[in-house]
Structures are given as structure tokens and as C-alpha cells.
């Protein structure tokens, strides 16, 4: 069973920071691009960041260029995003995923920023 499991959100400061972490398990996801994506209450979720399966190429929404950095580590099947400088804008339910097709939703991470 394909399960994705995030972790790392909290409440956090405006201009603070967070590590988020995707722990896969049940399937391989080195081969996969992978995104975070977030979904603030009455928003669509939204694409934040991608990464592809080697690394080589990295892509961000432009509202977090600059602030979000994705990465992964295939021998651990781990994705994570260091988020920097964060905003009240970034509060959100965090999810990973592959870019596509999507393996099952995990239940995400809650970030919340706020003074």
C-alpha cells in the first residue's frame, strides 16, 4: 500500500522557518518527480515546488522563490522543502506527491504563520 507521510509543519512566526519532511513507503519514488503542494482554507490546492527524480532540475510557484528550497534524498524515499522567511500567505495544509500521475494523497501538514 502506497502511503505518504508528511511532517514538520507548526506554528511559526512571520519571517521564521520550517522543515518539511514526505516519507514514502510501498513504493520507490527516485524515478518520480515529486512537488509539495498546499491548499489554504477555501483555496484550490497549488502547486508550490518540483523536483525531478535525479535532482537535476528544480521549479517553484513564484511566490515562494527564493523563500522555499525542495530537495530529496532517494536512499532514505524522502522529499523535504526548508521554507525560509515565511509569510502569513504560506498558511496552509502542505501535501507531497508525485507530479503525475499522483500516488495517494497523504493527510499533509499543517503550517501556520502567525504573530
Known amino acids: 500500500q502506497v502511503q505518504l507521510v508528511e511532517s514538520g509543519g507548526g506554528l511559526v512566526q512571520p519571517g521564521g522557518s520550517l522543515r518539511l519532511s514526505c516519507a514514502a513507503s510501498g513504493t520507490i519514488i527516485s524515478g518520480n518527480a515529486m512537488a509539495w503542494y498546499r491548499q489554504a482554507p477555501g483555496k484550490e490546492r497549488e502547486l508550490v515546488a518540483s523536483?525531478?527524480?535525479?535532482?537535476?532540475?528544480?521549479n517553484y510557484a513564484a511566490s515562494v522563490k527564493g523563500r522555499f528550497t525542495i530537495s530529496r534524498d532517494n536512499a532514505k524515499n524522502t522529499l523535504y522543502l526548508q521554507m525560509n522567511s515565511l509569510k502569513p500567505e504560506d498558511t496552509a495544509v502542505y501535501y507531497c506527491?508525485?507530479?503525475?500521475?499522483?500516488?495517494?494523497w497523504g493527510q499533509g501538514t499543517q503550517v501556520t504563520v502567525s504573530s
Open positions: 523536483i525531478t527524480g535525479t535532482s537535476s532540475l528544480t
Open positions: 506527491n508525485a507530479v503525475w500521475p499522483h500516488l495517494s
